[in-house]
């Protein structure tokens, strides 16, 4: 009884591992190949295959299942001194998003996603300084950057496609000096800078003594205007007031010289100033009488 027990649990066992070798489940996110003694059967789950993710059955022990990642994946290359085309050397900062495409053809020539990820590094790499080293420096900088990452993607897509791999877009994240010669290009700027500084400085110093050699000469032109209109003024108005004294005068000769007279006392005497004079004198000769008799 007890050893017609263990070929029981023998069987159950085995049954159980065979049971567990057939088989395999294949998740959204991941894409399958079933190999049998090593060779490749069919594909689960990726693009070009029927099959879709989900619960799949084997032969145990005789086929077995490798699994790739069927997203976008990244890659980020470390940062690589290039050579550009005006022999200006920068270090370049890149990185990558790809995804494998076919699995088989992923599997003959890669094997696994880490001999991918390799191939993938050289093949940038190379793609990179070959690239960009037909670009100038200004150029990779800022003027042509875009331009530049689309090539550098199409000629990395060439060289990837035996992979089976698809290149979904590749970017410059930066690409900077050396330190050494972007101190150098800093000083050159700052010289640069410095001499426009001067150069503004001087037209601006030009400038301003013209503006103010102009505004004088302006002044001077108005002023001169002003006193003309002012003396031809004043010698209208004092032919004016001779003219209205003479007929003053001719009208009443006696008033005028008494106004005139009036206007002499309220001249000269102002409120405490003492003045010794005859009062025979003419100049009050009317403080005695308004006719003006002595």
């Given at each position: 009884?007890?050893r017609t027990?263990?070929?029981?649990?023998?069987?159950?066992?085995?049954?159980l591992?065979?049971?567990?070798?057939?088989?395999?489940?294949v998740?959204?996110?991941?894409?399958?190949?079933?190999?049998?003694?090593?060779?490749?059967?069919?594909?689960?789950?990726?693009?070009?295959?029927q099959?879709?993710?989900?619960?799949?059955?084997?032969?145990?022990?005789?086929?077995?299942?490798?699994?790739?990642?069927?997203?976008?994946?990244?890659?980020d290359?470390?940062?690589?001194?290039?050579?550009?085309?005006?022999?200006?050397?920068?270090?370049?900062?890149?990185?990558?998003?790809?995804?494998?495409?076919?699995?088989?053809?992923?599997?003959?020539?890669?094997?696994?996603?880490?001999?991918?990820?390799?191939?993938l590094?050289?093949?940038?790499?190379s793609?990179?300084?070959?690239?960009?080293?037909?670009?100038?420096?200004?150029?990779?900088?800022?003027?042509?950057?875009?331009?530049?990452?689309?090539?550098?993607?199409?000629?990395?897509?060439?060289?990837?496609?035996?992979?089976?791999?698809?290149?979904?877009?590749?970017?410059?994240?930066?690409?900077?000096?050396?330190?050494?010669?972007?101190?150098?290009?800093?000083?050159?700027m700052?010289?640069?800078?410095?001499?426009?500084?001067n150069?503004?400085?001087?037209?601006?110093?030009?400038?301003?003594?013209?503006?103010?050699?102009?505004?004088?000469?302006?002044?001077?032109?108005?002023?001169?205007?002003?006193?003309k209109?002012?003396?031809?003024?004043?010698?209208?108005?004092?032919?004016?007031?001779?003219?209205?004294?003479?007929?003053?005068?001719?009208?009443?000769?006696?008033?005028?010289?008494?106004?005139?007279s009036?206007?002499?006392?309220?001249?000269?005497?102002?409120?405490?100033?003492?003045?010794?004079?005859?009062?025979?004198s003419?100049?009050?000769?009317?403080?005695?009488d308004q006719?003006?008799?002595?």
């Amino acid at each position: 009884m007890q050893r017609t027990l263990i070929i029981a649990g023998v069987l159950a066992a085995a049954a159980l591992i065979i049971l567990a070798n057939s088989f395999f489940i294949v998740p959204v996110e991941r894409q399958a190949i079933v190999l049998r003694f090593g060779q490749a059967q069919y594909v689960v789950n990726s693009d070009t295959s029927q099959g879709k993710a989900g619960l799949y059955l084997k032969a145990p022990f005789v086929e077995n299942v490798i699994t790739y990642d069927r997203r976008n994946l990244g890659f980020d290359l470390e940062p690589k001194e290039i050579i550009a085309a005006d022999q200006q050397r920068l270090i370049v900062d890149a990185i990558a998003r790809w995804r494998i495409k076919d699995p088989l053809q992923f599997f003959r020539s890669a094997q696994t996603e880490d001999n991918g990820r390799s191939q993938l590094q050289t093949y940038m790499t190379s793609t990179l300084q070959g690239e960009l080293g037909k670009v100038n420096q200004p150029d990779i900088i800022s003027g042509q950057r875009v331009s530049v990452m689309q090539r550098i993607r199409t000629e990395l897509q060439i060289n990837m496609q035996q992979f089976g791999v698809e290149i979904v877009d590749v970017r410059i994240r930066q690409a900077d000096l050396p330190k050494e010669n972007s101190d150098r290009v800093y000083e050159r700027m700052k010289s640069q800078l410095r001499q426009k500084v001067n150069q503004y400085q001087a037209e601006g110093e030009q400038i301003f003594k013209t503006k103010v050699g102009e505004a004088d000469k302006e002044v001077a032109v108005i002023l001169g205007d002003a006193r003309k209109l002012s003396e031809r003024t004043r010698g209208e108005g004092d032919a004016e007031r001779n003219k209205i004294y003479a007929a003053a005068y001719n009208r009443d000769a006696e008033f005028f010289s008494f106004y005139r007279s009036l206007i002499a006392y309220e001249t000269a005497i102002k409120a405490g100033t003492p003045m010794v004079l005859s009062p025979d004198s003419d100049f009050f000769r009317y403080f005695g009488d308004q006719s003006g008799r002595r």
